[in-house]
């Protein structure tokens, strides 16, 4: 267990599952071998394994959950990342509402998952889009109307002027857009009860095996430093600790930084005051906040994923002066918790274009859709069960 980061993070010291999975130290064959050991890599594999495809390796350099899955804000949303005029010249308005259905299949996964599976993960329905100004009020309207055309039978609503106090506590707000198919979720106790649920249907787990050299035949090799797996097909499920191991890819990708703080738990008039709808929320600026209420009243704000390699100094200060930005009446609440790190990679998945089946997939699905979660628990397992290589990355929040 990494006891540095555990120390400074949510999700690590709230963790309600001792998993240990050994380092690789043989070699050994398998039909797939996923390189990375978050969402992306263990749910390909659980995907796989209730598929009938049970001889599946997952190899991670450190320990599950190092990476954005064990940091991120916990979101589960809906809807698209982009002006939807703008998308509906490409898809037409048939191909928008399919988007739509497409992007809130993610949380009906998890609901599926945590049931099937009796995952300890403190799912919480309820989410709210922001509008700082009547720009993003506008396209908070069309999504509205977006919502409701390709989920019927979802609670939305929207809220605007001093009615958006009735979902969130804060003045700086012209509306937001309530939707309770959404919600959010301990990403970490999520990875790792899908972590437990693979392992039990066959999949391997290794947990400190930093891949070293990947050689391409007619199977592929992945060896670590000191062992190896030889399979047909490879998944790289690495996200922002890709670093050279695919320099192809890597060249092509440009790592974001993170900043999130997690406050002491606060009272129950407080929480109160935040959001009686103890949703997840986030703004819809290309560069967003996002925050929600802990299962221990505390609340975890996120912000501004940058295209720097850096830090600033003091991020938990400067986190915290963006949170009273929005809750000025939270500035002498203490902070309990606080984490800066690489994200994920942005890009437009490079190399997309020479795989016909990717092609279709990624262009025209991961381009638009919004939510992380579709893509991670079908798509990217379908994928991986009929391309030879593939690189599956997860698609940011904004």
């Known amino acids: 267990m990494n006891t540095k980061i555990d120390a400074l993070n949510y999700y690590g010291a709230t963790k309600k599952y001792p998993l240990h999975f050994p380092a690789l130290q043989e070699d050994i064959d398998a039909d797939v071998v996923i390189i990375g050991g978050g969402f992306s890599g263990i749910n390909t594999a659980l995907e796989l394994a209730e598929q009938g495809i049970t001889n599946v390796v997952v190899l991670e350099a450190r320990h599950l959950g190092y990476g954005g899955t064990g940091r991120n804000g916990g979101q589960v949303m809906a809807g698209i990342g982009h002006d939807i005029e703008a998308v509906k010249k490409y898809v037409g308005a048939a191909g928008m509402e399919t988007l739509f259905k497409i992007s809130n299949l993610g949380a009906g996964i998890i609901r599926e998952r945590i049931r099937k599976y009796h995952i300890d993960a403190d799912f919480v329905p309820g989410y709210g889009y922001l509008a700082y100004n009547q720009r993003q009020l506008k396209t908070l309207q069309q999504w509205e109307k977006e919502f409701k055309a390709a989920?019927?039978?979802?609670?939305?609503?929207?809220?605007?002027?001093?009615?958006?106090?009735?979902?969130?506590?804060?003045?700086?707000?012209?509306g937001v857009l309530k939707h309770m198919g959404g919600g959010h979720v301990h990403s970490l106790n999520l990875l790792l009860g899908s972590a437990q649920a693979a392992n039990s249907l066959g999949v391997k787990i290794f947990e400190y095996s930093p891949v070293v050299e990947v050689s391409y035949g007619k199977t592929v090799r992945v060896r670590t430093a000191m062992g190896s797996v030889k399979a047909a097909k490879l998944l790289w499920a690495c996200d922002s600790f890709l670093n050279n191991l695919e320099p192809e890819i890597y060249k092509k990708t440009l790592v974001t930084y993170s900043y999130q703080v997690s406050t002491e738990p606060l009272s129950s008039e407080l929480v109160e005051r935040i959001s009686p709808l103890r949703g997840a929320f986030s703004d819809i600026r290309p560069v967003i906040n996002y925050y929600r209420l802990t299962k221990e009243n505390r609340l975890l704000f996120g912000s501004a994923t940058r295209f720097l390699e850096y830090t600033p100094h003091d991020f938990a200060a400067w986190n915290r002066t963006l949170l009273t930005e929005v809750f000025p009446y939270l500035k002498d609440v203490k902070i309990d918790f606080a984490k800066a790190g690489p994200s994920w990679p942005r890009s437009i998945l490079p190399g997309a274009d020479r795989w016909p089946v990717a092609r279709i997939c990624f262009r025209r699905l991961a381009r638009f859709v919004n939510t992380i979660m579709f893509f991670m628990f079908r798509v990217i397992p379908d994928l991986a069960s009929r391309l030879p290589i593939l690189y599956a990355k997860s698609w940011p929040k904004e």
């Open 151 to 174: 989920m019927p039978e979802d609670d939305i609503e929207l809220y605007t002027g001093k009615d958006v106090q009735q979902v969130i506590g804060s003045d700086v707000y012209c």
